[in-house]
């Protein structure tokens, strides 16, 4: 449902290109069939005709059934021995049918005006895909999340036990992944470098991705040039705007490294207000101590986080430090 305009347009670039290479094959099987059995072309003559004749006859109004019963049964004749000559050619009897990848909705993606659980699953798996092309998705799971690097020491300033707040925090982001919908509350990561927050964020992002849902995901830098590259040209569709106003969840990753301008503040504030007006979830992180954060976004966006989003304070010491 919230998936950006790009991937709509390559879900049904690929059912229109799964339509068309199953009709081309049923057309090469049947000049193929054709050209091994020449009465196929007649009985296919006929039989369209006597469909025709049929629909004709509804018209007439004496003696009409009886005339559409003997075309029907003519016609079952024709089709029958269409079958057999297939058969007997060593052709499989289905040889001459279209072989959609979808036969409820015949690679249309949509069935009686709904959509077919087929373009469900497409836009899904491209979504997906899309989200482990530009972000590595799957390293950063929640099994790969080691809270073995967290001290189990009782920090003298904060009297917080590193291990036991994010062992808190992963539980957290995975129930938080595992029920995720659309009612679900915007999260705001904060800490200093190093902390997982990027690894989490990460994590919930790939497991809502595979339950269905529209995510985007980037950096707060790739988010607002994007937006702002748009707002200046004229021509466009507004493409990366909206999708980042109504996908299903927004992840705006490290904000505050970008180079920030009065555009993206107060583009900030009018994404996470409009989303937050339609009830749809956003998650932050950032490293800026919060005294920071309020500086450079103003009262006006930080008293809406801080109002509505869950915090979650990481802390520990930089991961990457460790592992060097
Ligand atoms: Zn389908």
Redesign the pocket.
Same mark, same amino acid.
């Given at each position: 449902m919230g998936y950006s305009e790009r991937i709509y347009q390559r879900a049904s670039e690929t059912l229109e290109k799964r339509k068309a290479d199953a009709e081309f094959t049923a057309k090469q099987n049947k000049m193929h069939a054709e050209s091994l059995i020449p009465r196929l072309k007649e009985l296919d003559r006929e039989i369209s005709s006597l469909g025709l004749s049929v629909i004709k006859a509804i018209g007439m109004k004496e003696n009409a059934e009886e005339f559409v019963q003997r075309l029907s049964q003519r016609s079952l004749e024709a089709q029958e021995e269409r079958r057999r000559l297939l058969i007997d050619a060593g052709l499989p009897e289905d040889f001459l049918t279209v072989k959609?990848? /979808?036969?409820? /909705?015949?690679?249309?993606?949509?069935?009686g005006g709904y959509r /077919?659980?087929?373009?469900g699953k497409l836009l899904k798996s491209i979504a997906y895909k899309e989200l482990c092309d530009n972000f590595p998705i799957e390293k950063s799971t929640f099994d790969t999340f080691k809270l073995g690097f967290y001290s189990k020491a009782t920090d003298p300033h904060t009297g917080v036990v590193p291990h036991d707040r994010m062992s808190d925090i992963l539980n957290f982001c995975k129930a938080y992944a595992k029920d995720f919908d659309l009612r679900s509350q915007s999260i705001f990561m904060y800490g200093e470098t190093g902390l997982g927050k990027t690894h989490l964020s990460l994590a919930i992002a790939g497991e809502v991705v595979r339950k269905g849902y529209g995510v985007i995901y980037g950096s707060a830098q790739n988010l607002f040039s994007k937006i702002e590259k748009e707002h200046f040209s004229r021509d466009n569709d507004e493409d990366a705007a909206s999708a980042v106003l109504n996908c299903d969840l927004l992840i705006i990753d490290d904000l505050g490294a970008e180079f920030s301008t009065q555009f993206s503040v107060s583009a900030l504030y009018n994404i996470i207000n409009t989303r937050m007006q339609s009830g749809l979830p956003v998650i932050i992180s950032t490293n800026l101590p919060v005294k920071e954060f309020e500086s450079r976004y103003t009262r006006r966006v930080t008293s809406r986080i801080f109002g509505s989003f869950t915090t979650l304070a990481f802390c520990g010491s930089d991961i990457r430090q460790i592992l060097r």
């Open positions: 959609y990848s /979808c036969s409820k /909705c015949s690679d249309t993606g949509f069935v /077919c659980e087929c373009y």
